[in-house]
């Protein structure tokens, strides 16, 4: 099982640096991997190229580009460009988005979400394949007059998707390769979301995918003051419907689902989303509690990776 965490240096002086600085120190711990948020600041997929091309044998990933607001030539392009930077360590993340960004940033109507992303996942998967696409969907069309292809990247790229809905998840085991699941506990994996995929993925005489959880979390001796702001970080969450669901399935609020306690309390969690059916897990804010306890998460993390 690997073993990775999201890193996010967005409040340093040079965000850039700063997530090199990081990967660095993750690897040092024994973690596996790093992935990168996308919202409207650092662009994910060039984040991973060079934190892939700085610390070498450390597995990239983006969790999780839109589909609403950008296109499969444009997406591929990126991530065939981060692939061949990394020498195969880029796993690129996918997301519906939210009705909220999509349409205040973009000025695009969030209709018809998981339409688009079958669309999406059609064509991108023919640009990463071969380099070349022609693809006429309803709501997309990509076709390659000129090659797409990004030499160094001929093997692909791993398409994950961060769904958690019955028809994402769907989508996602007919046509991805796993899913990167937020804020869904070891019940909701294990009752709805890991059975669904995997069902899907046999229908489609596909392998079984990847389940990639992020979970955030942290080791912490202050776990009161801890639980308190993490309550405050992530009731964001709880306004979207897709997430307040898979929330319901295993706490009351968001931050129920944060893994906060001592070494053997975060260790025993991470345990039970292997059981759940997690092939990775991926922790996420675990800066919360500051520098100290970051470390701390960062060295029990890279034993379990071990």
Do not use: C
């Amino acid at each position: 099982m690997t073993v990775g965490v999201a890193l996010n240096a967005s409040d340093a002086p040079n965000q850039v640096d700063a997530t090199v600085q990081l990967a660095q120190e993750a690897v040092e711990f024994g973690v596996t991997s790093a992935w990168f948020g996308q919202t409207f600041g650092a662009d994910s997929p060039q984040l991973a190229a060079i934190v892939g091309r700085e610390v070498p044998g450390l597995q990239v990933g983006t969790s999780a580009i839109p589909v609403f607001g950008r296109h499969p030539l444009l997406v591929s392009s990126q991530a065939q460009t981060a692939q061949a930077a990394t020498h195969g360590r880029y796993h690129l993340g996918l997301a519906l988005g939210t009705k909220l960004l999509t349409e205040t940033g973009f000025g695009l109507p969030f209709e018809r979400p998981i339409a688009r992303l079958r669309e999406f996942l059609t064509a991108l998967r023919q640009l990463t394949k071969t380099g070349t696409a022609d693809f006429h969907g309803e709501l997309l069309t990509a076709t390659t007059p000129i090659p797409a292809r990004v030499p160094g990247a001929e093997n692909g790229v791993p398409l994950l998707v961060a769904a958690m809905g019955p028809q994402a998840l769907r989508a996602s085991g007919e046509l991805a390769d796993g899913i990167l699941p937020y804020l869904a506990g070891p019940r909701a994996l294990a009752d709805r979301i890991v059975p669904a995929l995997n069902a899907a993925a046999e229908a489609a005489g596909r392998p079984a995918p990847r389940i990639v959880a992020l979970v955030p979390g942290v080791v912490t001796d202050d776990v009161d003051a801890v639980r308190a702001k993490a309550t405050e970080n992530l009731a964001f969450y709880e306004q979207i419907p897709s997430y307040a669901r898979v929330i319901e399935l295993s706490g009351r609020r968001a931050a129920d689902l944060a893994v906060i306690g001592d070494k053997k309390t975060v260790e025993a969690e991470v345990r039970r989303y292997r059981d759940a059916g997690a092939t990775e897990v991926v922790f996420s804010g675990t800066e919360i509690a500051g520098e100290a306890d970051r470390r701390r998460t960062w060295r029990l993390l890279g034993e379990l990776a071990g």
